[in-house]
C-alpha cells in the first residue's frame, strides 16, 4: 500500500492540526494504521495506533487525552487530530500501515507496520 501524508504545518502552542494520510493500491481496511513521529535529533516513536476498523485505539502516554486518531475507510484515509499542541510535539510525522486484516490487532512497534509515509512537518512555535 502506499501512502501520502499531508496537512503539517506552524501552529502556535494550545493551538490544533490535523494530518491526513491517504492510501492507495491495496485495500485499506486490511490495515491496521499508526502515526510515528521524529523530532530533531531524536529517534522515530510511536503516537497512535487504530484497527481495522476504527473501532479500536490506542496512544503514547505523552500525547494520550490530546490527540485523536480516526479513519474513513471508505475514503481510504487516516487521520491524527492533534489539540493543545506543545511545542514538543514539533516533529515529523509518519503514517504507517501494518497488514492484520480483519483481526483486532493495534500493533505498536515499527517493525510491524510494512509501509510507510513521506512524513509532513509540525512545527509548534511557543
Known amino acids: 500500500v502506499q501512502l501520502q501524508a499531508s496537512g503539517g504545518g506552524l501552529v502556535q502552542a494550545g493551538g490544533s492540526l490535523r494530518v491526513s494520510c491517504a492510501a492507495s493500491?491495496?485495500?485499506?481496511?486490511?490495515?491496521?494504521m499508526g502515526w510515528f513521529r521524529q523530532a530533531p535529533g531524536k529517534e522515530r516513536e510511536f503516537v497512535a495506533v487504530i484497527n481495522w476498523s476504527g473501532s479500536i485505539t490506542y496512544y503514547a502516554d505523552s500525547v494520550k487525552g490530546r490527540f485523536a486518531i480516526s479513519r474513513d475507510n471508505a475514503k481510504n484515509t487516516v487521520y491524527l487530530q492533534m489539540n493543545s499542541l506543545k511545542p514538543e510535539d514539533t516533529a515529523i510525522y509518519y503514517c504507517a500501515a501494518a497488514v492484520t486484516g480483519h483481526y483486532p490487532a493495534i500493533p505498536k512497534e515499527e517493525v510491524d507496520f510494512g509501509s510507510w509515509g513521506q512524513g509532513t512537518q509540525l512545527t509548534v512555535s511557543s
Open positions: 493500491g491495496r485495500t485499506f481496511s486490511d490495515y491496521a
